[in-house]
């Protein structure tokens, strides 16, 4: 809207300069059509010259015109003829009635040789029409210069002029619906009311029911709370109002208040609609918590709106929507009934509501059928709508890079890791050392994470540096866990030492490339006994506060317990740190031989996946699943350049029924002959019956491949129960391991 109004403004100003330019030519430019302009005494004297057998014909008058003060004279051998005056002239001149009277007198003589020798014309008696015109034009002209500079001063001086004026973004109609919406379905169900409100309200009111005045949405950044509002206005069919709370906070005073105002008088012109505030809490604040007075502009806004959604003045037909992730800073008075009447908390999405948003994402975009939506809804633990949009379309732009023709797994994996930790930093130089070292850390976390009975199955290892990590490991979790168990917390806190412990075994030194798994460890010991009450010393008490200080409410907190107390709980940390450390350590000297293998096969291939960790766990050598991940990185290629020559064939085809219709329009405009349209449109044909052929080719060619590898499928599936039991028995035994520790 605002683009509009300046490129408006700009038009303005010039037509205003163009046609003041065209004004100022007319008035002072003399364009020659009427010559020279001469003096009265110089034309009397060119009229005298006629009769004068000395002059010269530049002297002498041919013929004279008179009209409304000027006059206009062509002299001897003039290129104008007289029927041009006084359009075309060669000299003219100014006269008055005095004038006029002299030369008069030298045509008076009926006998007179100039009379005889000049001609003289004049315009009729009255005013012409341009004589009356041309007056009403520059009248016109000077009011439209003087709106206009009104116009310019006004738009491009807003803050002087309308700085009490909302700055709303209006919709007519959404068209988000609330089937564009994945993963909030109480959500949606609480909103659903709303809709029913708004088209039919007296299916509610005939039951005495009110129409709720005002919903908050709260939740972080990305849940979708946006998104949510435009579909309740896209549902309900109804116009949606939306602006930013620090929309209304400006440098004057009461101009807060005013906008308010503002809001609620286009919202009452546009009833029923919704009205929706993003990030209300920049002017819903708790009042009193600052260190100035009440009469803060932050607060008059905030009277203002508490005014307006419930004071004397009924605003029926308006719902307020707003939405914030810091409902707990917000007045009360704002959250009271009557106001917001309800607060919908929009949450992360769960497996399956992430499932359904990358779903709807990826319904514009070409997925391989080797894309499982499910496992990517598992690894995605944590991601909000925004992250997975996000997430999807970095994969894209991985396989617009990469030159491929659908989205593969192996892309959407790498826009995973890219929006977590950036991207992957290939051409960073690092010593075959660091290499060796970061290899063995990231084998080190695998295979704890496969071992430990309560730990996530790993998706992804690489060894290649990205954002501030060296390496990483990626885990897929089975589902989202609301609570997290002693033997989870513990399980977790000794993967995360397994990089400082393969450092340890094999190096026999230790590097600080742990101190985020030191940080995260930690981290979770302290929730452990300061929040969850898993110490066995401290037990069933919480030494820590979960709520967050708020300047101005919460000036200082406090610790709720003693130095005795807290000396414990930091002794307590220790024992769980100290304890999962042994345990961890334990885990990878039994299996050194495959930390070894798992370092080995992440220095040749850099990223390898969950099934190439399986196999390693499995005891497969590292020449063997290298020579397996190649062939499948072959199959792959070979999927994919089938794959863009059957795109190019169907191009083609498309392009000859194309150039097939164009060329009859063509006949039928008698531009083509029948003849040309014919050989079109048997190239077309022959192409057709050899994309045919081709394609029944590769359809041949797939059921003699599955044949062949009937006996082969066999022999995958003895390799995979061998697999299978490999896992179960080390899993069984560590098992056994843990229990006869713990006893």
């Known amino acids: 809207m605002n683009e509009k109004k300046q490129g408006g403004f700009k038009l303005s100003y010039l037509i205003v300069f163009l046609v003041v330019v065209l004004l100022l030519c007319l008035l002072f430019i003399d364009f020659g059509n009427n010559g020279k302009k001469i003096e009265w005494t110089q034309a009397y004297d060119m009229v005298q010259n006629a009769v004068d057998p000395e002059a010269t014909d530049e002297e002498k008058a041919s013929f004279i015109y008179f009209q409304n003060g000027t006059g206009y004279i062509l002299v001897v051998g003039s290129k104008y003829a007289e029927n041009q005056v006084p359009n075309y002239s060669d000299y003219y001149f100014s006269y008055d009635a005095n004038i006029k009277a002299e030369f008069d007198a030298l045509f008076a003589d009926e006998n007179s040789a100039i009379r005889d020798s000049v001609g003289m014309g004049y315009a009729p008696a009255g005013i012409s029409f341009w004589d009356i015109l041309i007056p009403i034009l520059y009248i016109c002209f000077a009011v439209f210069v003087i709106w206009m500079i009104y116009r310019m001063i006004a738009g491009t001086n807003k803050s002087a002029f309308n700085f009490g004026k909302t700055k709303v973004k209006s919709y007519s109609m959404s068209k988000v619906k609330f089937d564009d919406i994945a993963g909030m379905e109480e959500e949606k169900a609480e909103l659903q009311e709303i809709v029913e409100f708004l088209k039919n309200p007296k299916k509610f009111t005939d039951l005495g029911a009110r129409i709720p005045k005002g919903v908050l949405l709260v939740g972080q950044p990305g849940t979708g709370k946006t998104l949510l509002a435009r579909a309740v206005a896209g549902e309900s069919k109804v116009p949606f109002i939306s602006i930013s709370g620090s929309d209304f906070v400006e440098m004057f005073v009461g101009v807060g208040a005013s906008r308010v105002r503002d809001l609620f008088d286009q919202a009452k012109k546009n009833k029923p609609c919704i009205v929706f505030i993003d990030e209300i809490d920049a002017v819903g604040r708790q009042r009193g918590a600052g260190l100035g007075g009440g009469n803060d502009e932050r607060e008059q806004t905030l009277n ?64 391989d059928e080797s894309v499982d939506f499910s496992v990517l809804a598992r690894i995605t633990s944590g991601f909000t709508g925004a992250d997975i949009e996000n997430m999807l379309n970095e994969s894209a732009i991985l396989a617009a890079r990469a030159g491929r023709p659908k989205i593969i797994m192996e892309d959407i994996t790498e826009g995973i890791n890219k929006v977590i930790m950036g991207p992957q ?36 290892v690489s060894i290649i540096p990205r954002g501030g990590a060296g390496g990483y490991t990626m885990s897929r979790p089975e589902n989202d866990d609301l609570l997290i168990s002693v033997g989870k917390a513990n399980d977790t806190i000794a993967m995360s030492m397994g990089g400082r412990i393969a450092e340890e075994i094999i190096f026999k030194d230790i590097t600080s490339g742990a101190s985020s798994d030191i940080q995260q460890a930690t981290k979770l010991a302290h929730a452990m006994v300061y929040e969850w009450g898993m110490s066995k010393k401290i037990g069933f008490l919480a030494l820590s506060s979960n709520g967050e200080v708020f300047i101005g409410r919460d000036y200082q907190q406090r610790n709720a317990f003693s130095e005795k107390l807290a000396g414990i709980a930091d002794d307590e940390i220790m024992a769980i740190l100290n304890s999962n450390y042994k345990r961890a350590k334990e885990i990878l000297t039994d299996k050194i031989d495959i930390l070894h293998e798992m370092a080995k096969l992440l220095m040749e291939r850099e990223t390898i996946y969950k099934e190439e960790v399986d196999m390693v766990m499995a005891g497969k050598k590292t020449d063997e ?31 000859y029924e194309n150039k097939i219709k164009e060329g009859e329009r063509l006949v039928n405009a008698g531009v083509l002959s029948k003849e040309e349209l014919t050989q079109i449109k048997k190239e077309y044909e022959n192409f057709k019956k050899e994309f045919d052929k081709n394609l029944k080719d590769d359809k041949d060619e797939v059921v003699s491949a599955e044949k062949s590898d009937d006996k082969s499928a066999e022999k995958k599936d003895e390799e995979v129960k061998e697999i299978e039991k490999v896992e179960q028995d080390n899993k069984v035994n560590d098992e056994k391991k843990t229990d006869k520790k713990e006893d």
Not at 434 to 458: N, P, W
């Open 425 to 460: 930093k290939k051409s960073h130089v690092i010593t075959e050392k660091e290499r060796k070292l970061t290899a063995y850390h990231e084998a080190g976390h695998t295979i704890l994470a496969k071992s430990l009975k309560h730990c996530d199955d790993v998706q992804e």
């Open 304 to 367: 203002q709106l508490l005014v307006e959604m419930d004071g004397f003045e009924p605003n029926e037909g308006i719902i307020v929507l707003a939405a914030t992730n810091r409902s707990d800073v917000l007045d009360p008075a704002l959250m009271r009934p009557g106001r917001f009447d309800r607060q919908i908390y929009v949450h992360i999405p769960d497996v399956k509501g992430r499932e359904g948003i990358l779903r709807i994402h990826a319904r514009n975009k070409p997925i």
């Open 625 to 655: 699943i290298v020579k397996f991940m190649e062939k499948k990185e072959k199959e792959q290629k070979v999927k994919e350049e089938k794959i863009r020559q059957e795109k190019a064939r169907l191009d083609k085809i498309r392009a």
